[in-house]
């Protein structure tokens, strides 16, 4: 059943009973108008050839002998011209006018010269009809049909060009049914050209001998007929079953008009040729015709894949910024009260992690098709991963990003996954890419603020985009000149609140925009793969600062500084660490490696690996953050580190909330277990401080016991006695 299915299909294909689709009909149709660019300029080149022979043989004889003007019948020179080259001056006029309106009909963008000579070429093919009156007429009635059709098919070829001129005069746009008119009234003028002729020689041609032999040097063939026939095929590749009975009827139409013809007779070897002929011509038409569909089909699937995203089927970034390019150059009225929307999910990674890739793909092809259905009717289109850009109506926007937040809530469940969108209104002509870098700018501001989904690109924006950049580019400057120094904020031990560390902390003071916090520029030198640059800074002024203390006699304490997750990509942490002890002549004890949690779900191996190697060097390694992802316990399970910092928020609210203490008390028992010790940062109150104590967290750190200090005000606490150096303190 399998096989006759397939064999019923091919069939069908072959013979062109399958629809096509719009692109390839389009494609088709094109190559026909192409096709007829070159059959035209052949026939004029022919009948220019035609006219040129009719002048040596017949006219310019006859200009030199006037009892041939007498037997001619005619009266002048004009005159005898027009008898010999009317119909090859007819078929020129018609195939310039093809060749003109297919070049014209091919160009992307129509000109008013195209458009005037379109309708110059059409007119005159209409008015070509008025010269049927000076035609001689054949006697024979067919040979005088044909020629009334030649005549007649001409004003209605002008009348199609000028009927899609005007069209494409008001809609700007290309009409595929009149240019099927004009190709179609331009090949019936070509076949019925051929028929006149091919007809005319075989009925002039001589009759058999008495013996039954022709005189071969004198018989006239039908050349002319095969020509013109081979012509309309080229022109007219459609389905392969109408060119079968195109053809067809057309072979067998003339084969009946010369054997209508008395006392003429079509030879059997001629018959045999003649439908080989058409067997052949039908053959090469459909074979024509399926490589162009072939070709088609490809076009199809480049334009498609350039429109649309591969994952999601929904249009690709190019297709909507070249959507809103041509929309401002030819109806700007439609791009008036329009925004720009950049979607995107903040920590999506945890559908890939838990889910794994799969799941995390039908999540993004669902995501589509969601934003699709919230935003029907407005272009939407997928930039990468889970980043989408919607090109829509400012009216009503915050209710369909709400309805979308809805949407992503319910899907997500329990997973800690954000709808971010930043906004922006475009100007006139505002260019695409650059209104949806200022959407995604907007969202990127928000990537990390809970329970705010959307920002629009506004003034303020703006001058936090130019702030942003002032930090990107004057980092350098800022390392060099001091600019950015760290900060120390006090570590003590819960059980006698003594200063036994600190944390270097980076504050970056500026000449033009004063104290910047680090929440400020952290993230921006991270997003552009700069921070690396900031914590080596910090690593070496921090050493710096010890060992002049060192040297002056002054107490020091360990320092614990951090390292994010692109620090390790973009450096190598341990010959940084080594080089600035070196340096400074530090001893490994009194620099404490912090790492994030964040900075451990990537690549295990790799971090594995440095982490044992700095261990391996006499480096204390210390987990920053513990509790604040979603895969805490497998950091505990894959790494081992000497200190855990368990994250502040599991002291929000702590007054009100058992399972805070529950969950601390659980942690810190945990971390026992494992053989790591514990430190609780963000210790705002006594009461927090003393049941941290209670349950043996071991270091504490907070604004109990001090913010962030620079050097001289920490060094100053120190001196007098507000901060207590321990006598424990590695």
Not at 686 to 714: M, N, S, T, V
Request: glycine content about 4%; aromatic content about 12%.
């Amino acid at each position: 059943m399998v096989k006759v299915k397939k064999g019923l299909d091919f069939i069908l294909d072959f013979f062109g009973f399958k629809r096509n689709s719009k692109s390839v009909r389009d494609y088709l149709n094109d190559a026909n108008i192409r096709s007829s660019v070159y059959m035209a300029f052949i026939i004029i080149v022919l009948e220019i050839w035609m006219i040129i022979r009719q002048f040596r043989k017949y006219i310019l004889p006859a200009w030199s002998n006037e009892a041939t003007f007498a037997k001619l019948g005619v009266t002048n020179n004009l005159e005898l011209i027009f008898m010999y080259t009317s119909l090859y001056w007819l078929f020129i006029m018609c195939s310039v006018a093809m060749m003109i309106f297919a070049i014209n009909y091919l160009k992307k963008k129509q000109s008013k010269r195209a458009l005037i000579t379109n309708l110059i070429v059409g007119g005159l093919c209409v008015l070509w009809t008025l010269l049927l009156i000076k035609e001689s007429k054949p006697a024979d009635p067919i040979g005088l049909t044909t020629l009334i059709l030649v005549y007649v098919s001409m004003p209605f070829f002008g009348l199609a060009i000028i009927a899609y001129t005007i069209y494409r005069y008001k809609y700007n746009k290309n009409n595929t049914a009149l240019s099927v008119i004009c190709i179609s009234f331009f090949a019936l003028v070509c076949l019925l050209f051929g028929i006149k002729v091919g007809y005319s020689d075989f009925a002039h041609a001589p009759k058999l001998n008495t013996d039954g032999t022709i005189n071969i040097e004198k018989i006239k063939m039908i050349t002319c007929f095969l020509t013109m026939i081979i012509f309309v095929a080229c022109l007219l590749i459609w389905k392969p079953y109408f060119s079968i009975a195109l053809l067809t009827a057309i072979f067998i139409i003339f084969r009946y008009l010369l054997i209508s013809y008395p006392d003429r007779e079509f030879l059997e070897a001629d018959e045999i040729n003649y439908y080989t002929f058409l067997i052949s011509l039908v053959m090469i038409s459909i074979s024509i015709y399926h490589q162009r569909v072939n070709e088609a089909k490809k076009d199809e699937k480049l334009i498609h894949d350039a429109a649309y995203d591969l994952l999601t089927e929904v249009h690709s970034l190019n297709y909507l910024t070249f959507n809103i390019t041509e929309n401002q150059r030819v109806n700007p009225e439609a791009c008036k009260d329009k925004m720009y929307l950049f979607i995107n999910l903040t920590n999506f990674k945890a559908i890939n992690i838990q889910k794994g890739f799969d799941e995390g793909n039908k999540f993004i092809i669902q995501l589509g098709r969601d934003i699709e259905a919230v935003f029907e009717g407005d272009i939407v289109s997928r930039q990468a991963d889970d980043h989408f850009v919607v090109y829509t109506d400012v009216k009503y926007y915050q209710d369909k990003i709400n309805m979308l937040d809805a949407i992503i809530k319910k899907r997500v469940g329990s997973l800690y996954i954000q709808l971010k969108i930043g906004g922006y209104i475009p100007k006139d002509n505002d260019d695409p890419n650059r209104c949806i870098d200022r959407a995604r700018y907007a969202c990127n501001l928000i990537s990390n603020k809970y329970g705010v989904n959307f920002l629009m690109y506004d003034d303020e924006v703006r001058h936090t985009l130019v702030k942003n950049q002032y930090i990107i580019n004057h980092l350098d400057e800022a390392i060099e000149n001091d600019y950015i120094q760290p900060f120390y904020q006090p570590v003590v031990w819960s059980k006698n609140r003594e200063l036994c560390g600190a944390e270097a902390l980076a504050r970056w003071i500026d000449p033009v925009y004063g104290f910047l916090a680090p929440a400020e520029f952290v993230p921006i030198l991270e997003e552009s793969r700069l921070i690396h640059k900031l914590d080596k800074c910090i690593i070496d002024k921090v050493c710096r600062n010890m060992r002049t203390a060192i040297d002056e006699g002054r107490p020091v304490v360990p320092v614990s500084v951090n390292f994010s997750r692109l620090d390790f990509e973009l450096m190598n942490v341990d010959e940084v660490l080594n080089e600035a002890l070196t340096k400074y002549n530090i001893d490994r004890h009194y620099i404490h490696v912090e790492i994030t949690e964040s900075a451990l779900s990537d690549d295990t191996d790799f971090l594995n690996k440095i982490i044992g190697k700095l261990k391996q060097e006499g480096y204390a390694i210390w987990l920053d953050d513990f509790g604040s992802g979603y895969s805490s316990l497998n950091v505990l399970k894959d790494f081992m580190f000497d200190v855990i910092k368990i994250d502040m928020k599991f002291l929000s609210n702590f007054e009100n909330n058992d399972k805070s203490r529950d969950i601390l008390d659980c942690i810190i028992q945990l971390a026992n277990r494992l053989g790591m010790k514990t430190l609780t940062e963000g210790v705002e109150t006594k009461e927090e401080a003393d049941f941290l104590e209670a349950i043996g967290c071991g270091r504490l750190q907070g604004y109990l016991f001090g913010k962030p200090y620079k050097l001289d005000d920490f060094e100053a606490m120190i001196k007098e006695q507000k901060l207590k150096v321990s006598k424990t303190i590695l």
